[in-house]
């Protein structure tokens, strides 16, 4: 039962150009949604968070929208660089402890 | 502040045995998280350690245990190794006021022959 999914395998864009990083979930419950960024042999690295009484949290070059209707978030970057590349995990929280719920991760490569 | 640690960081094992992971939490942090990563299924939730006592587990099966002592360091123990437990299995620290941010130690790659 996957309650957070990111359907995008992969993604390739031009450096200077928008990457936009797509997650859907099903879980209702989920009050934080995170995305964390992860480089090879090294572990995930929190990016950007955003509540669920939000519908936007903008730091630097990362946007994340939350479309609850449609349980649905998205990560914008923009510009993007290079050192962008990396695979993004899409993680989703309840109310309650710790857990966090990850999306199989897109890897994004940007190219110069 | 030192990060998250975890050893060792490779780990070769054949079916049947049994394998002990560490983890130092970054100092302060009291909660302590595992998670296991395999290809094409993201990180899975393995369980939560504060303050000694398990405070949440994911599905996965009994062969799959931990504990937390008084300093915060967190140990897993897998026990009758399948080939299926070859993964990078993951930690995380947080601090109590924080429990949306976690930090990821490095992780231990296991492989099961």
């Known amino acids: 039962d996957q309650q957070v999914k990111q359907n995008s395998p992969s993604l390739s864009v031009q450096e200077g150009r928008i990457s936009i990083l797509n997650c859907d979930y099903t879980n209702s419950m989920f009050d934080y949604f995170l995305w964390y960024k992860k480089y090879p042999a090294e572990g995930p690295t929190f990016l950007i968070s955003?509540?669920?009484?939000?519908d936007k949290n903008e730091d630097g070059r990362f946007t994340v929208f939350l479309n609850k209707s449609a349980k649905h978030l998205s990560l914008h970057i923009v510009p993007s660089q290079p050192g962008d590349s990396a695979v993004y995990f899409c993680a989703a929280r309840t109310e309650y402890g710790n857990k966090l719920v990850f999306g199989a991760g897109t890897i994004l490569r940007v190219k110069s | 502040k030192a990060g998250v640690t975890q050893t060792p960081r490779y780990l070769i094992k054949t079916r049947g045995q049994q394998v002990t992971l560490s983890c130092s939490p970054i100092?302060?942090?009291?909660?302590v998280s595992w998670y296991q990563q395999t290809p094409g299924q993201g990180l899975q939730f393995l369980f939560e350690?504060?303050?000694?006592?398990?405070?949440n587990k994911g599905n996965f099966p009994g062969r799959f245990s931990g504990r937390q002592f008084s300093n915060s360091r967190s140990e897993m123990n897998v026990s009758t190794l399948e080939l299926g437990d070859s993964a990078l299995y993951l930690c995380?620290?947080?601090?109590?006021?924080?429990?949306?941010?976690?930090?990821f130690g490095p992780g231990t790659r296991l492989t099961v022959l």
């Open positions: 350690y504060f303050s000694e006592t398990q405070r």
């Open positions: 955003i509540s669920s009484i939000k």
């Open positions: 100092s302060g942090h009291r909660s």
């Open positions: 995380a620290s947080n601090e109590l006021s924080s429990y949306n941010e976690q930090f």
